[in-house]
């Protein structure tokens, strides 16, 4: 049991541009095996949270995000060029995803099955969490995925559209759509939540 | 509704592309602006609109500790670990920093371990044979002094008995009383026909058969007749058949509270956490004692550690210092050397581990050595060099955080159990 106050400080640790690390990838064994374990410190979570949203479950998402990182250590062994790293390795993950969708033929996921936080949070945000969960599974894919992209994984609407092949002013209705109707299904809870706040 | 059919930006799409960070013009966010301050409906929208951001980006998901190292393996390379503990030179020395400090406190950790390890295995395993060998020994000689001393000694025969008058001082463990008991004699046969009443002041004894050497005169002070120990009493017993052992021993339960190391410098201030937790860095333990040497207990208190560890927060590594006070609670065993320190009875040096757990952290390991007296009474004093490790995880990841220092203790003999 933590008492009192926790006195946190934070710094950075890596900042070495993914690129750099991404041409490491051809280097000797111990070079690469290195670069290879920062990059994936550093994006392990939004690929995972990512796979995860997209099947719905935690073994998939796990099993996806080490196949994420094989295909771009291959793809670094081998020089391939790329311009936008986390667009790159989003891709990757994303066709994989889509590659166990089509074998898997799951179109749903169970509510129950899809919700994990590693955090502690308070009653009213793992509510509202729940929720969010909930309104996804009821929105159309495609506004899933370009919410997830950019609300999990923080892409921008430029590297979303990269990632899922279409344009950019696909990817801004996509998002303002999937916003939209999650704050619509949301309504009456969050109306409730703003009046307790 | 075509995904095509995109218009130029009303109030609420702009609301959100300027959110996202994707809207570029100005006159667009001065619009919008404007939009927000004349209407409601729109700051509506933007206070759930930041509710929900908030709620997701709480909701961050972790892959197993477990993956990296199966990724790596997978690939024919070693595992993270391996790759934390070499530091990561080659992107940057601030990863090298970091393993460098978690292999330096995993190294005095070890250390530690090791060395209340070897003190409390010298303590345990020769002082067995030291305390056998040492009231044989006192035994011993103390029959060579006995039959230095011509005049008055004689060897006994069942025809010629010795006179004893015996006076023993009895010492207890933790608990220095004297006694003064009389022996009653052992009756000769010619006593026992004769069925005549004996002082046992004055009773003339015969040496028993199992006996073999003469018995301790009365004024003799040595250890044999000094018991201060379970052994010591058995010993005695046994060196002097049909009669009783005059010390039978009493463990005592003992309470003992006393103030931990804070693991800072000297220099350094005292954090906010410390300042405002509630008696921080003390522990209190009950023991209860196994014999003379050896106790048993448990020990719960709240411990501030220094915690440094590394993690992903929004993509990015980060390293989090912190020092929260934390509760623990674990098993204690203690060893304690009796008989070390002649030159001062009640003074003696023991060896303390305990294993437990620090609530929602993680496992906790502590040692200690150090110096207890007791001059009189139930009231124990004791001074140390105290030890702990404790082992943390943070998004799947181990961390170790360590110190040292000094500890002072005082402890309640509380009474037997039985």
Redesign the interface.
Known sequence: MAVGTMQRRKADVDETPDLDLYALLTGDDPTAQRALTILYRRYSQRIYTYCRKITGDNQTAEDLLQETFVKLFDAGKQGRSIDNFPAYLMTIARNLCLSHRARSKRQYVPVEDFHLTVRDVPYEHKELLHLIHMALELIPEDYREAFVLREYNGLAYNEIAEVIGESLDVVKVRIFRAKKKIREILAPYLEDLNHKA | MS??N?TPLNP??AL??FM???LDSAAEEQHLFDELAASPDLR??M???L??????????????AS??G???S?????S?TA??A?G?????G??AV?AGMGMRTLLSTAVLCLVTGFVVAWLLLPRETINQSNGIAGYTSQQQGAQQQGTQQQQPTASAPVRIDTVVAIRYVNRPVVVRQEVAPIPTPADQNAQTPQSPASTEVAANETVSTIEPTATRNDAFLHPRSTSDAMLWSARKPGYESPAVYSPQVIARVRTLANGLEASEPT????????L?NTAIALMYPLNDNHRLGFEMG?ESFRQEY?G????????????????WMGATYQYQMTDVFSFLPGLYPFAEMTLGMA??QGPLGRGQIGLAYQPIGPLRISVGFDGSALIYSH?GNSFTSSKWGFTYGLSFDLGTLR
């Open positions: 995904d095509m995109y609420d799409e959100h592309a996202d960070g994707e509506g929208e206070k759930d609109a509710s929900i951001r908030a709620a997701v980006h709480r909701d961050l998901l972790a892959p197993p993956s990296e199966a990724l790596l997978s690939l024919g390379l070693a993270g790759v934390t070499s990561a030179s080659a992107a940057t601030a990863s970091t954090p906010e956490s410390v300042q405002q937790a509630f921080p709240t590394t992903v927060e929004d993509g990015r590594d980060v390293i989090i210092n912190q020092t929260p006070v934390l509760m609530f929602e998004q």
